[in-house]
């Protein structure tokens, strides 16, 4: 299963809390489409979505994502210019 850094549960977290008002908020990772993954703040996970928390962060996985992503960790971080990268590796 997904797994974050704390470096990107952090990040995660600060941007769901900042644009979305539910208790269920998370972030909804989904794709890849053309190699690459969307992903936006929700206000709650579809059905089949797996969910990934972990501190105060709570990630969706659509399930495509979800099986592309499944030996992988997310880092994340905040750029000089105020914009996020997000870096995947393989787990341990």
């Known amino acids: 299963m997904l797994t974050l850094t704390e470096n990107a549960s952090n990040i995660v977290s600060t941007i769901v809390d900042k644009q979305v008002e539910s208790d269920d908020r998370g972030l909804r990772i989904s794709g890849p489409t053309d ?3 969307a992903i936006s ?3 709650g996970a579809e059905p089949g979505d797996t ?5 105060d962060a709570t990630v969706y ?3 495509s994502a979800s099986e592309v992503l499944d030996d992988k ?3 994340a971080q ?3 210019e105020g914009d996020v990268q997000f870096q995947l590796a393989q787990q341990g």
Do not use: C, I, K, N
Not at 51 to 55: A, D, F, I
């Open 73 to 75: 960790v997310l880092d």
């Open 61 to 63: 996985l659509e399930p």
């Open 78 to 80: 905040v750029t000089a």
């Open 51 to 55: 969910v990934v928390e972990s501190g």
């Open 41 to 43: 703040a929700v206000q």
């Open 35 to 37: 190699g690459a993954f």
